[in-house]
C-alpha cells in the first residue's frame, strides 16, 4: 500500500508511472508489484522501475529512522546515532536479493555512516574494493564519520577447521585495518570478544581465549589502534567515480 501511495505522489497514477518505466507493475487483479529477487539483481527492461523502488525504499527506512532517532532523542539527546547497514555485507551481490539498505537512507537523521563487513576474504584487493564504500559513505552523508560496526571471521565454524583458522581469523583483520588505514575509516568494532564454544551457532569467533590470553587476531587490532593515535593524511582525488543511481 505504501508502494502505490508512493507512485501516486510523485506520478500522479500508477499509469504515469508505468508510461515512464516503460515496465508495468501492475498485476492481473489489479494490485501493484515491486521488484523480484531477479529484478533486484539483475539488468533488464525493469531498470527504471527498480531505481524508483529503491528511492521509495529510501522515503521509508528515512521515515522510520527520523521517528526512532526523535523518540530516543527526548530521554538521551547525548549520543550519537548510527545504525548498522547491509546485513550479510554491504556491496555484496551475494545478499543484494534481500534488498539490504543503502548507506543513503535515513543518513539525514543519523550521526555516521555505518557499514558491515561479513564476506571479505582472499586477497586484499577484495578489501580494498570494500574501501570503495568508505568514500560512498561520505560522499552520501556528506561527509560525515564512517563507522564499521560490524565484521569478522571465525577459527572454527560448524565443525569447519580448513576454511576457517586461527591464522585465517588473523589474516583477516589484519588486511581488514590496513583498508580502514588507507581508506581513511573513523573506526570499527570486530566481531567478537570473548573466545570459546558458541554453543547456539557451532561457532568461535573470538579475538580472546577462555583463558582471556589474545588471539594473534587481537593482536593485529592492538596495531591498528597504534596507528589511528597518528591519523592518516587523507589523500587528493586522482580520479572521479559518477554515482547514479537513477
Not at 76 to 102: E, K, M, S
Request: glycine content about 14%; proline content about 7%; cysteine-free.
Amino acid at each position: 500500500g505504501k508502494w502505490l501511495r508512493w507512485i501516486e505522489d510523485r506520478y500522479g497514477s500508477v499509469e504515469n508511472a508505468e508510461k515512464d518505466w516503460e515496465f508495468k507493475v501492475t498485476r492481473p487483479d489489479g494490485s501493484v508489484g515491486g521488484p523480484t529477487d531477479e529484478q533486484a539483481t539483475n539488468d533488464g527492461p525493469w531498470l527504471k522501475m527498480v531505481a524508483a523502488y529503491r528511492r521509495f525504499a529510501d522515503d521509508i527506512i528515512s521515515k522510520g529512522y527520523g521517528r526512532a532517532v526523535r523518540i530516543i532523542s527526548e530521554v538521551d539527546p547525548n549520543h550519537l546515532f548510527g545504525v548498522r547497514t547491509g546485513f550479510g555485507g554491504t556491496g555484496q551481490p551475494g545478499i543484494a536479493h534481500y534488498f539490504p539498505f543503502d548507506l543513503i537512507s535515513g543518513i539525514k537523521h543519523l550521526h555516521y555512516t555505518s557499514p558491515e563487513g561479513y564476506g571479505l576474504g582472499g586477497d586484499y584487493i577484495n578489501y580494498r574494493r570494500a574501501g570503495l564504500l568508505n568514500a560512498y559513505g561520505r560522499f552520501v552523508s556528506g561527509g560525515k564519520p564512517v563507522f564499521w560496526s560490524e565484521y569478522g571471521v571465525p577459527h572454527y565454524f560448524q565443525g569447519n577447521t580448513t576454511q576457517w583458522s586461527e591464522e585465517g581469523q588473523t589474516a583477516y583483520f589484519r588486511d581488514m585495518h590496513r583498508m580502514f588505514i588507507e581508506t581513511d575509516v573513523s573506526g570499527g568494532a570486530g566481531w567478537w570478544w570473548p573466545g570459546g564454544h558458541r554453543v547456539d551457532e557451532d561457532s568461535d569467533f573470538g579475538m580472546i581465549n577462555p583463558d582471556r590470553r589474545p588471539r594473534p587476531a587481537a593482536l593485529e587490532i592492538l596495531k591498528v589502534a597504534e596507528q589511528y593515535k597518528t591519523p592518516p593524511k587523507r589523500t587528493p582525488p586522482d580520479y572521479w567515480i559518477e554515482i547514479d543511481r537513477d
